[in-house]
């Protein structure tokens, strides 16, 4: 609340008003009271001091109430208006409440005064904040329409593109899809011609006159500063963007025909062809401010793809540029990165010489489309591919695969010493400097994989295959990089080796559990623990899980030893109660394979029934795709356990496809937030957005929430914030063998 209030109080008697400000004044509120008696000074007080309340008592002799409340609804509608009365009643009270009065006091009882005050000066703050929301939410959306529109006439352009051959016709298309769906009033596409120096149009949409058609027709050789918004984007190679023209601080060439014409915006973006512009894409709008950051971009790739056709229509290749090309990135595909690949090894001056094939993917792509939209994904490889070639003025070198997947055929080096430099200046630093879109900051990881020639290949094609099989190894390996001469062989030889160990790893007791707390985010109390697997392989020591558990999975014995976890976890339990811990709730994954098997429920139940006294004690955490595989019968085997006391979770929820109706028929106590939300949830606001909405829709079903990877105090604070029940992570501890459970709990619980 602001410091001084100022209150129009319309009162005839004095010292009514001096003791409606000294209950002001007793309750704390410094206001400055304007008292008025006549309509006429009631309504110049409104408009001169601008009220922050309005007062009036009921019956004036010059004017009634009423009368005041018409004038206030009329002249301050958003300033509350309080009654105070000694001779109103209740019918009156009720009658002036529905006309607009924000409420009413008794002259009999002023000690309700300041609390109505303070009560409708906070309704207009939610009032006004409301508003403001709900303009941002309109704004967005209006936004988001627009960008839509946007996308759509950029993928029609690319069909027209794909389809057509003739120049004319082209442009004639691109021009009505940039009209039709794009929702531009009016569209022209001109192109220089050399010999005269002046700019031609060659196709027209939307809106038009002979003065506009004689204006598009713009001399490049003006020299002067007011020189047409046009002839600014071909000498300056860059987009010309007015999104105001009636505000323009120095008028131009068509400016006011423009004006005359009733268009708010317009922009010119050049046509380029190996960095020479041959021509400009004009568009006008009579909306001001259509021209965004977001919506530019997309007209900048629509006129990139463009100036492509352009340039492969004029050698009748259009067919072999799509064919070759990526249209996202505008790098070549794979076939065409061989063939020049073949080229480059065949040249003479590699006789004895080297080249590097380095394959690099962006880790957690589809993460980023699932979480921001496939438009932030799309529009990341784009930026990824624009820094490619910034960084590398030969093009050919660079290609994109597809999948967010990308290869550079480098010159020099070739050995492992000169991996790291390679390395460095091949990949690395491109993504040094964070990528900024539509206001979000992302710092994406990347993996690489990398063959040399001749050593690892000496044909185009085996050169890339070996390099993506090291990008394989790398990922498998949960590597940075990986050279092909170190993986020859897999994953066939090590791969097989490994899931042969794997095999008898349960009778050799190889397997250990690890244990990590869950704890109440309100209170810092441990509510839980999760189980999580470990393997202690007799030759390559701790596997990580993301490597034996596909392999668990693959040869069916996940049921096994899924089955060991369970019943593991229940002795567990039974040794911490016999030492005097206190009962605490053990979370289980379980498989899909498990689920699947028609005595799963019975497996269970007679696994945790001679736990402890308490089966209820146990979780099972389940994947959202387990569920899809079979729904009805999934969801009849939860509900028995369910019943018998067992908790439902489900696991890494977010990543998957739970709609609204499937979680209202789930038998289901716990959703868990996936990690790779929650480790963006500081920096990325689509993220919080979603967190938050993930934490509301399960209290709405009567669910828990437990966010998964919480490592910062920063993290756990915004859970919070959002009313989150339960974190795990390394913020409260790392996963730790069953018998150092005991300690864990009591150094949480001292640091409470």
């Known amino acids: ?87 109103i009643g209740e019918e009156r009270a009720i009658d002036a409440l529905r006309r607009g009065a924000t409420d009413y006091v008794l002259k009999t009882n002023l000690s309700r005064l300041p609390a109505a005050v303070e009560r409708s000066l906070r309704e207009v703050s939610l009032k006004a904040e409301k508003a403001k929301s709900d303009q941002q939410r309109r704004d967005q959306e209006v936004r988001l329409k627009r960008l839509t529109r946007a996308l759509r006439m950029l993928s029609s352009t690319g069909s027209a593109i794909l389809r057509l051959r003739n120049r004319t016709e082209l442009f004639d298309e691109v021009c009505r899809i940039a009209a ?26 939307g809106t038009d006159s002979a003065a506009l058609r004689a204006a598009d027709c713009v001399e490049l050789d003006s020299g002067t500063e007011s020189a047409d918004m046009a002839e600014r984007a071909i000498h300056s190679g860059a987009p010309s963007i007015h999104n105001d023209l009636a505000r323009e601080p120095q008028p131009w060439s068509r400016h006011e ?16 062809i190996d960095g020479t512009v041959i021509g400009v894409v004009s568009l006008f709008s009579k909306q001001h401010d259509v021209f965004d950051p977001a919506e530019l971009d997309v007209l900048l790739e629509l006129t990139a793809n463009l100036a492509f056709a352009l340039q492969y229509l004029e050698r009748d290749e259009a067919v072999h540029f799509l064919s070759y090309f990526d249209s996202l990135t505008g790098l070549a595909k794979r076939p065409l990165f061989c063939q020049r690949l073949a080229q480059l090894m065949s040249f003479d001056a590699f006789d004895g010489g080297t080249l590097t094939v380095v394959v690099f993917d962006v880790q957690k792509l589809g993460a980023i489309n699932d979480s921001m939209g496939r438009y932030v994904g799309d529009r990341l490889l784009e930026k990824i591919a624009v820094r490619l070639r910034q960084a590398y003025p030969d093009s050919e070198c660079a290609a994109y695969f597809g999948g967010g997947t990308f290869a550079l055929m480098l010159t020099g080096g070739g050995n492992t010493a000169d991996t790291g430099r390679i390395l460095q200046n091949a990949a690395t630093q491109l993504f040094i400097e964070p990528f900024h879109i539509d206001g979000q900051e992302l ?28 990008l394989k190894a790398a990922r498998e390996d949960n590597e940075k990089y990986m050279l092909f001469g170190f993986v020859t062989g897999r994953p066939t030889s090590r791969g097989l080796a490994l899931e042969a ?10 397997f250990r559990l690890h244990y990590q707390p869950k704890v109440a985010i309100d209170s810092g109390r441990i509510e839980g623990l999760e189980a999580l697997l470990r393997w202690q392989d007799t030759e390559d020591g701790v596997v990580p899980p993301s490597i034996f558990i596909p392999l668990l999975e693959r040869s069916g014995a996940i049921v096994d030893v899924g089955e060991w976890v369970l019943l593991q976890a229940v002795r567990d339990m039974r040794s911490w109660s016999a030492a005097g811990l206190p009962s605490v709730r053990v979370a289980v994954n379980v ?9 799963f429920v019975d497996r269970v139940l007679a696994s945790v029934e001679p736990a402890v006294t308490q089966p209820c004690c146990v979780d099972l955490e389940i994947t959202e795709s387990m569920l899809m595989q079979d729904l009805e019968l999934s969801i009849r085997k939860l509900a028995q356990l369910r019943e018998a006391g067992i908790g439902i979770a489900i ?26 939300f929650i480790q963006s949830i500081g920096d990325t606001p689509n993220i919080m ?46 996963p730790t063998p069953a018998v150092e459970v005991p300690a864990a709990i009591a150094r949480l619980s001292r640091s409470q």
């Open 1 to 87: 609340m602001k410091g001084k209030l100022q209150l129009v109080m319309v009162e005839d008697s004095g010292p009514d008003a001096e003791l409606v400000a000294r209950n002001l004044a007793k309750a704390g509120l410094d206001v400055a009271i304007h008292r008025v008696e006549t309509e006429s000074d009631f309504i110049r007080a409104l408009q001169t001091v601008e009220p922050d309340v309005i007062l009036s008592d009921f019956s004036l002799p010059q004017f009634d109430g009423l009368r005041a409340l018409d004038i206030a609804v009329k002249h301050a509608s958003e300033t509350p208006f309080i009654f105070v009365s000694g001779t």
């Open 180 to 205: 039709d769906q794009g929702g531009y009033d009016r569209v022209v596409i001109s192109l220089i011609d050399p010999d005269a120096r002046t700019l031609r149009p060659r196709a027209w949409a």
């Open 257 to 272: 025909l423009l004006i005359a014409h009733d268009y708010a915006a317009a922009a010119s973006l050049p046509l380029l």
């Open 443 to 470: 710092r994406p990881a990347i993996r690489y994989g990398v063959a040399f020639y001749p050593h690892d290949a000496d044909a185009a094609d085996a050169l890339v295959q070996n390099a993506e099989a090291a």
């Open 501 to 510: 160990r794997l095999s008898g790893a349960l009778d050799r007791d190889e």
């Open 591 to 599: 498989s899909p394979l498990q689920l699947r098997r028609r005595d």
């Open 651 to 676: 696991d890494d929820f977010g990543t998957g496809y739970s709609s609204l109706r499937l979680l209202a028929r789930l038998p289901v106590d716990t959703l868990k937030v996936d990690r790779s």
């Open 689 to 734: 957005t979603l967190v938050s909405t993930v934490v509301s829709l399960a209290r709405a079903f009567n669910m828990r929430t437990v966010a998964e990877g919480v490592e910062t105090a920063e993290q756990l604070q915004i859970l919070r914030t959002m009313k989150c029940d339960q974190a795990q992570g390394f913020l409260f501890g790392r």
